[in-house]
């Protein structure tokens, strides 16, 4: 058995397995499986008939349906052996692993660490886009502030954005594409790219023996989240660590041949430089600016960088995410029914700091990354020189990094064990998640 595709299968149910299974073996799927009717004469004598292949796809589409009607007929890596040394033994296409990777995340939130990116607006710098055929002097454009007037955010169906972005990472990347649409109550589509390694990625190298070709892919996925009728984009890299694979070369320990990996950095730059571009009209030009949020979960992108409430805010505002309270109240001065009954003043205080943390638009976060500036305070000799003191700069900084299932939940019920552990009235805002971000400077 294949040991990645069966990582690969093993993250999905069983229930999934087959239904996917019966998708492939649909009349208009290009995904043909190993039969009798199609095996080569060196394949039938290479057979070792633990899975005897059927005779015609509508008898395997026969014979995993009836699977699905009793699913205790058989065990999990019983039908994963199947697919990978069985009716798929010649392997799956790019297309199969691509809906093995969609099923995966619908069943798994967190299957993947997304980055949230806003689209923005270019300005041609006291022009406003308009052109006075002057073609010595190139025009400046900058990022409108996104305290000015916004401009509607570019509308573009996703099979368009992915026949421009072909259009203009083709020459560099080589990839393929697939795009799929996630059920509710998510409202975006995504674009899976899987990239392989080519002469604009790979580093230099000294040249590979032939016998080394077999080596394992080194090809990376990137995935492209467009939320419906939204400036956000979330973004996703996923694949294969592995910068190398060979064999040992008996006692010295050589490898007989690399493989380099996929650069990701030029990868990376490649694609999220497209993006904006296939969004882009004439007149009508975009950029990507950064959010300051990363979460693993792809709910929480949506909560908080989507198309649906609460928008950028959490914590105490959170309470407004659900519509029942209006916008007259100070977030700190509405409190859900069941705390108003408590007597302990304190657990009411940290209800208005943190918020609902159980509602259905809670979005929690998984890691959040701190800088405190001049934290520690440093005292300077009279004496010094100025350049000394810049050197010293900075010293006082402090670096956390907060990590966990829930990050801001577990600060709450940090408070909730009492005053010594921590003290309310210094609370600072970003420790309870009304600032919505994952990265930030104080």
Known sequence: MAPILARSLNRLSKETILELALTWLEENRTSTPYLQSNRTGF???????????????????KLYDG???????????DIIDRI???????????HQ?????????????????????????LEVEGQKGVDDGDSHHPKKRRKLNHREPEA????????????????????????????????????????????????????????????AKHATDAGRIMYIALPDSCPYIY????????????????????????????????????????????????????????????????RTMCELRGNQKPGTGGGAYSVFADGAKTSEKSPVDVLPNEVDKENDERLRLIEKRFGNMSGEHYAPLDRVHVKLCNAIPTEEDGSESADAADERRGDGDITLTFSGSDVFLGLKNLAALGPDYMDLDKLPSWMTGELGVSSLIV
């Open 43 to 61: 394949e039938a004598d290479e057979e070792d008939y633990l899975h005897t292949p059927a005779e015609s796809i509508h008898e395997l589409r």
């Open 67 to 77: 699977l699905r009607k009793d699913v205790a007929k058989a065990a999990k890596r």
């Open 84 to 94: 990978v040394d069985g009716d798929w033994r010649r392997g799956l296409s790019l």
């Open 97 to 121: 692993h691509a809906m093995i990777d969609f099923a995966a995340l619908e069943q798994n939130d967190t299957a993947l660490r997304w980055s949230a990116l806003r689209l923005v607006p």
């Open 152 to 211: 509607p955010y570019p509308q573009v169906a996703p099979e368009a954005f992915l026949s421009a972005l072909k259009a203009e990472v083709s020459p560099l990347v080589k990839a393929h594409y697939h795009l799929h649409r996630m059920p509710p109550p998510y409202q975006l589509t995504i674009l899976r790219l899987y990239i392989t390694p080519n002469s604009a990625f790979a580093p230099k190298r000294s040249k590979i023996p032939a016998r």
């Open 235 to 298: 973004i996703s890299i996923s694949g294969s660590s592995s910068s190398s694979s060979g064999r040992l070369n008996g006692q010295k320990g050589t490898k007989e041949g690399t493989v380099a990996k996929v650069d990701m950095a030029a990868m990376k730059r490649i694609v999220l430089e497209a993006i904006p571009k296939a969004v882009s009209r004439p007149q009508r030009r975009w950029a990507l600016d950064t959010t300051k949020l990363v979460a693993r979960s792809l």
